[in-house]
Structures are given as C-alpha cells and as structure tokens.
Nanobody
C-alpha cells in the first residue's frame, strides 16, 4: 500500500516562507516525476511545480522565482520551498507522485495573511 505523508503547512504572514515535505512510502515503482498542486477555496486544483527523475524542474508562472521544488530520491521525498508568500498562495497543497500510477497526498493547508 502506497502512502504519501505531507507536512509543513501552516499560517504565515505575507512575505514569509514555508517549506512543505511529502514522503512516499510503500511499493512505488519507477517514480518518474514528483510535484505539487494546490486548490484554493472555490477554485479548481491547479498545478504548481514538478521535478523529474533526472532533476529537471518546471513551475507555474504564478510561483516562478518564489518557489523551489527539490527531491531526495533515496528517501522518496519531495519538497517545496515557498518564499515571498502572498495571500493568493493560500490553498490546500497536494503532492503528486507518478510511478506505475499516480498517487496523491492528503493535502496540507497553507494560509498567508495580509
């Protein structure tokens, strides 16, 4: 059974920073990419960032230059360093791991106050 455990969310003032972590455990084979999505109240889930097995990264325009995604392949863990946070970054953040199939974390709340 595969499990993704997220941590690191919380409440922060605008301009602050948070670091999210997502650790994958269980039988995940051939992880190709790991990433983060977010869903704000009343909005659809949107893609935030992705990192490939080779370390290539890509970001949504809205977070480019402020967020950094990284991974520890040995630990099957993906991170999202979020700097210069804005109130519009407020959302539930979900990690996504793609191996033999796609897996989702349970979500972690990030709230940015103005």
């Amino acid at each position: 059974q595969v499990q993704l455990v997220e941590s690191g969310g919380g409440l922060v003032q605008a301009g602050g920073s948070l670091r999210l972590s997502c650790a994958a455990s269980g039988s995940i084979f051939s992880i190709s990419r790991m990433g983060w999505y977010r869903q704000a109240p009343g909005k659809q889930r949107e893609w935030v960032a992705v990192i490939s097995s080779g370390g290539s990264t890509n970001y949504a325009d809205s977070v480019k230059g402020r967020f950094t995604i990284s991974r520890d392949s040995a630990k099957n863990t993906v991170y999202l360093q979020m700097n210069s946070l804005k109130p519009e970054d407020t959302a539930v953040y979900y990690c996504n791991v793609v191996g033999n199939r796609a897996y989702w974390g349970q979500g972690t709340q990030v709230t940015v106050s103005s």
